[in-house]
């Protein structure tokens, strides 16, 4: 079985251009439409000591849209049946999950469209792993919205509309097989503890791609001004298997040990020493997480490379460690873990690579 949920092969060049003008136009739209947000925001966020700029601001206000649209359900769900079931643990997340996201005779639930609905918002999205590092960040738009004593939020979330329906027309061609995976496939997910991120609805996917854009906007300048640099592969960009390839493990991070060079990942790695990058694989986007604190400590700039849904996530965390970030988006997920019976090699679009490496 091959899930590729969405494919950017042979279509790379379009989906870059338009990814990055859909993100200058979003940046328009939410300056235009909600302005007093925009400088609230920054005002706020100013006074907790953060500097946050016009694309990270856009990101949230659009964030906080999508998740509202994608999670609402689960989290109203998920309180409802608290009162029932008891609290999660650890213990018993994974039964959790199950049915929140697996049983509908529980009903239908929804949130408000006010601060209590947002902080049930919060809460959910506080005990799922799949947004660790997001919550930290949303939980900022909540708390200038409590702080200046704006309960409806209404306004804001029938943005969502126009954002759907302008990602929808522009990635449409890269998630072809979104509903085929959903339709055919979700179904033998229901009981595994990536339910959650396997089952995210597509306009999570969405505003991961713009969202990657967005932030390689947003730290671009600081990035090119750090001293030392690292690139970022996850191992499902390996020509051979675990068993067969030997790359050197360091701490969560491993080091390529050029045993193939049919592997884009050796390829890469000759590549980035004419840029002088230190490259590192990780087994999964956790293993960044772990080893963050020691990378934030050695003044780098670091280029992820991650499939869709695992942009944000990994881009937000590097953004609370003071790390600055650029992306690189997967041709499509290769991982087994997840995705595939497998390991399926994937890979990257070199030119979006070199454009990052050469400030263009």
């Known amino acids: 079985?091959?899930?590729?949920?969405?494919?950017?092969?042979?279509?790379?060049?379009?989906?870059?251009?338009?990814?990055?003008?859909?993100?200058?136009?979003?940046?328009?739209?939410?300056?235009?439409?909600?302005?007093?947000?925009?400088?609230?925001?920054?005002?706020?966020?100013?006074?907790?000591?953060?500097?946050?700029?016009?694309?990270?601001?856009?990101?949230?206000?659009?964030?906080?849209?999508?998740?509202?649209?994608?999670?609402?359900?689960?989290?109203?769900?998920?309180?409802?049946?608290?009162?029932?079931?008891?609290?999660?643990?650890?213990?018993?997340?994974?039964?959790?999950?199950?049915?929140?996201?697996?049983?509908?005779?529980?009903?239908?639930?929804?949130?408000?469209?006010?601060?209590?609905?947002?902080?049930?918002?919060?809460?959910?999205?506080?005990?799922?792993?799949?947004?660790?590092?997001?919550?930290?960040?949303?939980?900022?738009?909540?708390?200038?919205?409590?702080?200046?004593?704006?309960?409806?939020?209404?306004?804001?979330?029938?943005?969502?509309?126009?954002f759907y329906q302008q990602a929808h027309e522009i990635y449409k061609p890269y998630v072809l097989g979104y509903h085929t995976f959903q339709n055919n496939h979700f179904k033998t997910y229901k009981n595994r503890e990536d339910v959650l991120f396997t089952g995210k609805h597509i306009e999570e996917y969405y505003l991961n791609f713009v969202g990657a854009a967005l932030l390689n906007k947003a730290y671009k300048d600081s990035f090119n001004k750090a001293p030392y640099h690292m690139l970022v592969l996850p191992a499902c960009m390996k020509a051979g298997t675990n068993e067969t390839c030997k790359v050197k493990q360091n701490n969560s991070l491993q080091r390529c040990k050029s045993c193939r060079t049919d592997c884009q990942i050796y390829q890469l790695k000759e590549l980035m020493h004419k840029y002088k990058y230190d490259v590192r694989i990780v087994e999964h986007g956790s293993d960044l997480t772990t080893e963050s604190t020691q990378l934030a400590d050695q003044n780098l700039g670091i280029i992820g490379v991650a499939c869709s849904l695992q942009l944000l996530e990994g881009g937000w965390m590097l953004r609370k460690m003071g790390i600055p970030a650029q992306c690189v988006v997967l041709n499509f997920s290769g991982c087994h873990h997840h995705w595939q019976n497998e390991h399926i090699v994937t890979g990257l679009f070199e030119e979006a690579l070199i454009g990052i490496l050469e400030n263009k």
């Open 1 to 162: 079985m091959t899930n590729k949920i969405y494919d950017l092969t042979n279509k790379e060049q379009t989906f870059y251009k338009n990814n990055d003008l859909f993100a200058e136009i979003l940046i328009k739209w939410i300056k235009k439409t909600y302005p007093q947000h925009v400088k609230g925001i920054v005002a706020y966020a100013k006074s907790t000591g953060w500097q946050l700029n016009k694309e990270e601001t856009t990101l949230l206000l659009i964030q906080v849209m999508v998740l509202w649209e994608s999670q609402s359900n689960n989290a109203a769900t998920y309180l409802t049946l608290k009162d029932i079931l008891g609290e999660i643990n650890q213990h018993n997340k994974s039964e959790w999950l199950t049915k929140v996201l697996g049983e509908e005779q529980y009903g239908n639930y929804q949130l408000n469209k006010d601060l209590n609905g947002f902080q049930k918002l919060i809460d959910w999205l506080a005990i799922c792993d799949e947004y660790r590092h997001t919550t930290y960040w949303v939980k900022l738009v909540y708390d200038y919205f409590k702080t200046s004593n704006q309960d409806d939020i209404k306004p804001l979330l029938e943005g969502y509309d126009y």
